[in-house]
């Protein structure tokens, strides 16, 4: 990507997930659940057709969990696919597939 794509795609992101205040700061100034918004808006920049993501809403308040969720929604619609790991089972209704790992075997 070139600088102009990736200040454009990163600027929109920073929006959908209500970031932009921190443009400017380091992220090691920020707070975890800001730092996880970032990660994600790292792996967002080139429009990757496969997510796979590690807890990806530690941290997050409510609001943002619930803007993750629906731009979740929307990437897939739009050809996407996401992989989450994570030991919550309370959001069963979100998935497509839900697979169980334990003990070294996957269910």
């Known amino acids: 990507m070139d600088a102009a794509a990736i200040t454009e795609r990163s600027s929109r992101l920073m929006e959908t997930f209500r970031c932009t205040k921190y443009a400017n700061t380091r992220v090691d100034r920020m707070s975890g659940g800001s730092r996880q918004k970032i990660n994600l808006i790292i792996a967002l920049l080139h429009r990757p057709d496969?997510?796979?993501?590690?807890?990806?809403?530690?941290?997050?308040?409510?609001?943002?969990?619930?803007?993750?969720?629906?731009?979740?929604?929307?990437?897939?619609?739009?050809?996407?696919s996401v992989v989450v790991v994570s030991h919550m089972h309370t959001e069963k209704h979100r998935f497509d597939v839900m697979l169980d790992l334990a003990e070294g075997v996957l269910r």
């Not at 530690?58 to 990437?75: A, L, R, V």
């Open 50 to 80: 496969l997510l796979v993501l590690d807890e990806p809403y530690q941290g997050f308040d409510y609001e943002t969990y619930q803007i993750f969720w629906d731009f979740t929604q929307g990437f897939c619609r739009d050809g996407g």
